[in-house]
């Protein structure tokens, strides 16, 4: 995203117009997660796309790689306030996984090993906006980061990227999955701040 800063006066710097309100720089990347990190090797690691009429379209590891990985540099916001600005991945993009996938449903629960569980607008997955992220920073995903493989949804608020994700399970209705039962919003969009609900 190109920032034009030079008819700004004031305070402000161009790293301030990318920050949405209410975050703050961080150039650690900090490890946030719900309970205990699950033990996911590559080899074991598999994705499913599950429709209305129980229709499973599978990836394993190899078969993830052969679709297709690209480059992202991109931004992401915790809801805890910070937030990291171009960060490197890599990963597969999700309009190449829901190519062949037929579905009237507009919303996916995306389930994790571990149990964590987040809802997502298929809308907010397709057209470039999300990945099957499997490297940062030039490294493969370590499994605190949600190696072998998480979701990278960089647009949305960060605890919508499930780590460790093993199931896109596509929904009639927009149901909450685990931080949005205990308050999260529904969608979390960092620049109207869609923080609670
Ligand atoms: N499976 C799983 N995915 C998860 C979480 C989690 O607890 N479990 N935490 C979410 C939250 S709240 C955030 S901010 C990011 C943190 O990712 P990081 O630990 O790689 O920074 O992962 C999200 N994805
Ligand atoms: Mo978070």
Known sequence: MAVI?????GRRGA????????????DDWPVLTAGLTPDVGAHEWTLTITTETGAEHNWDWNALQDVGVEDIITDIHCVTHWSKLDMAWRGVPLDRLFEDVETSYDYVMARSHGGYTTNVPLEDLLDGQAWIATEADGEPLTPEHGGPARLLVPHLYFWKSAKWVRELRMMPTDEPGFWEQNGYHLRGDPWREERYW
């Open 5 to 9: 800063n030079s008819g700004f006066g």
């Open 15 to 26: 790293s301030d117009l990318r920050l949405p309100p209410g975050q703050t720089l961080v």
